[in-house]
């Protein structure tokens, strides 16, 4: 048997969503929830950025859509708190999603099924010097190499914890 190459192992198979967040207000603290209703084009309802009211909603965007859904993988939330000596919370990272099982930075470009959404991951979420401010940390370190992704939502639909995370064309 032949052994996968090392973006194989990262881009295929199926992750998990275990953690779902949102939050109506910019700079407020991110709720948990255990489902949402994803809209195309748009976010997910009840969010800062569907709303239109997002810290970033009027800046440029990388792409149509791109600031609809933010996304970020546990091992990416794991090597945050230790490069910063601290435990980080899914939710203090301020994405949408939390993500275990795939890599989404190798990702980018690509689409996903999450539950019942399809969803084109649009680009990198670089970690700001708000994010910084709001944890009083220095996030840049902490986050370095992967602060999540960008999506555009493709599919509306349902969202719910636990729901697979498939890679189309896989």
Do not use: H
């Not at 996304?71 to 990272?93: M, Q, Y």
């Not at 970690?127 to 509306?156: F, H, K, N």
Request: glycine share 16%; charged share 20%.
């Amino acid at each position: 048997m032949a052994m996968a190459t090392s973006d194989e192992v990262m881009t295929t198979g199926a992750g998990r969503v275990v953690g779902l967040y949102v939050t109506a207000v910019a700079g407020a603290p991110m709720d948990a929830i255990d489902c949402a209703e994803a809209v195309a084009g748009q976010g997910l309802i009840g969010d800062r950025y569907q709303a239109g009211c997002g810290t970033f909603s009027g800046r440029y965007a990388i792409g149509e859509g791109a600031r609809a859904l933010s996304l970020i993988d546990t091992a990416d939330i794991a090597r945050c708190g230790e490069r910063l000596g601290r435990s980080i919370a899914p939710a203090d990272l301020r994405r949408n999603l939390a993500i275990a099982g795939l890599d989404l930075l190798v990702l980018r470009g690509r689409r996903l099924v999450i539950g019942d959404v399809v969803v084109r991951l649009i680009g990198r979420c670089a970690p700001c010097g708000y994010l910084s401010r709001l944890l009083q940390a220095d996030m840049r370190a902490g986050l370095y190499r992967g602060g999540g992704v960008r999506a555009a939502i493709e599919t509306g639909g349902a969202l719910r914890l636990g729901d697979r995370v498939t890679v189309i064309g896989q």
